[in-house]
């Protein structure tokens, strides 16, 4: 008999023996994951039996509750049903805490926990590292560097710009609008953004707004009827090295009346609070916190702080779905984390003042040119993306006015 007759068996009864340890070691694994998830799910039930919340699968979580176009609805029914705050389960071992309070935003927002790494991190491709996604002395240091771009005296002459860009928009409105017809304006708005951005912070000297209209491809088309970013310091926003463009047909006197225009002011202000940019910002906690009414988390939870929560909790805003603009009546008292359309602590945005000024020139400039009313056969619908959106647009019924 040949060595490699005999050979072959042996080979073969040493292969068929490692299949059951390797069979056996891939069941010890399994095994050991299958602790391990465990322990992490008891340890979460118990760090968040405080925060109680509707019943949830223990492998789904409420993401059948959360569904991406009608995640708001559900949110709303927790803000009246749970005071403060509610946990949610995303998955079996996966869950945080969604927060809708004034004072649990106030302890929250006053401390330093870094921001969700699983939120942001899917930004970083699209935005780089910037000041959104920076944290620890990085951040500080990006922040610190271009804070003094955006003093409300700096920002002062792009005042004139912005309104150049807006009065582009609103002669593309006269050449679109017709007695029957709507116009979506998302569109519209978003390229005037666009082209304000451009000029006032790299002097670009074109106009996005109408080079790209000659294309006729924008999605604010009219149709017959019956949304500040952050990037490297190099990349952002260098203001101060700009000359102060204000000569425009609007001119001087428009940026100092800015100032002087309260009840615009209180209807920007009630738009932010009912439709807030950003509804919702993120944080992992790095220690232990314990809230106002002394319910209290350890370290390791995620924490979601839902600014569209807080804007229409009925415990801080009464009547919080109507449009209301004296609640910010001069000398109106309020929480000073009621109202946060731009986050708040350390970390607020940093181009709220720009954002401000920006949308005064809009509103005032359009309300001067044309009377506006909802089309009731296209109700906006919000939903949540990376910023608020609606979901079918945006569309107006205009008038010019004589």
Not at 154 to 177: N, Q, S, T
Not at 284 to 299: C, E, H, N, Q, Y
Not at 363 to 375: C, H, Q, S, Y
Request: hydrophobic residues 40%; charged residues 20%; aromatic residues 10%.
């Amino acid at each position: 008999m040949s060595v490699s007759a005999l050979s072959a068996p042996r080979a073969l009864g040493g292969v068929s023996g490692l299949l059951p340890a390797a069979s056996l070691l891939g069941l010890l694994l399994l095994l050991l994951k299958a602790a391990q998830l465990y322990l992490r799910r008891q340890w979460l039930l118990k760090a968040l039996q405080q925060f109680p919340s509707p019943p949830s699968h223990w492998l789904y979580g409420h993401m059948q509750e959360f569904q991406e176009e009608t995640e708001l609805r559900p949110l709303l029914k927790r803000v009246e049903k749970y005071p403060s705050a509610c946990s949610r389960w995303l998955w079996g071992t996966k869950a945080l805490v969604l927060i809708y309070d004034p004072d649990y935003m106030k302890v929250v927002l006053g401390r330093s926990d870094p921001k969700s790494h699983d939120s942001y991190r899917l930004l970083i491709p699209w935005i780089g590292n910037g000041l959104l996604v920076l944290e620890g002395q990085k951040w500080f240091q990006h922040r610190r560097m271009l804070t003094p771009a955006f003093h409300y005296d700096i920002l002062k002459p792009y005042v004139g710009l912005m309104a150049d860009c807006v009065r582009v928009m609103l002669d593309k409105w006269e050449e679109l609008i017709s007695p029957d017809s709507h116009l979506e304006i998302l569109g519209h708005v978003s390229l005037m953004t666009l082209d304000t951005i451009m000029k006032c912070a790299f002097s670009h000297q074109g106009s996005i707004q109408t080079d790209r209209w000659s294309d006729q491809a924008e999605e604010g088309s009219p149709a017959e009827g019956g949304r500040a970013g952050e990037g490297e310091e190099q990349e952002a926003l260098g203001f101060p090295g700009h000359p102060p463009l204000c000569q425009s047909e609007y001119g001087l006197p428009f940026r100092d009346h800015l100032d002087m225009m309260p009840y615009t002011t209180m209807c920007i202000k009630e738009a932010l609070r009912l439709y807030p940019p950003v509804s919702f910002v993120s944080r992992d906690l790095s220690k232990p916190i314990t809230f106002p009414d002394g319910r209290s988390l350890p370290a390791g939870i995620p924490l979601s702080l839902s600014f569209y929560g807080l804007h229409h909790n009925p415990r801080v805003w009464p009547n919080p779905e109507v449009f209301d603009p004296s609640r910010f009546a001069p000398g109106s008292a309020r929480h000073s984390h009621a109202f946060l359309p731009f986050s708040g602590g350390s970390r607020n945005c940093i181009g709220k003042q720009f954002a401000m000024n920006e949308m005064k020139v809009a509103v005032a400039l359009t309300l001067l040119r044309f009377e506006l009313a909802p089309d009731p056969s296209r109700v906006p619908v919000p939903i949540p993306r990376v910023v608020l959106k609606s979901k079918n647009g945006i569309h107006l019924q205009l008038r010019k006015l004589l």
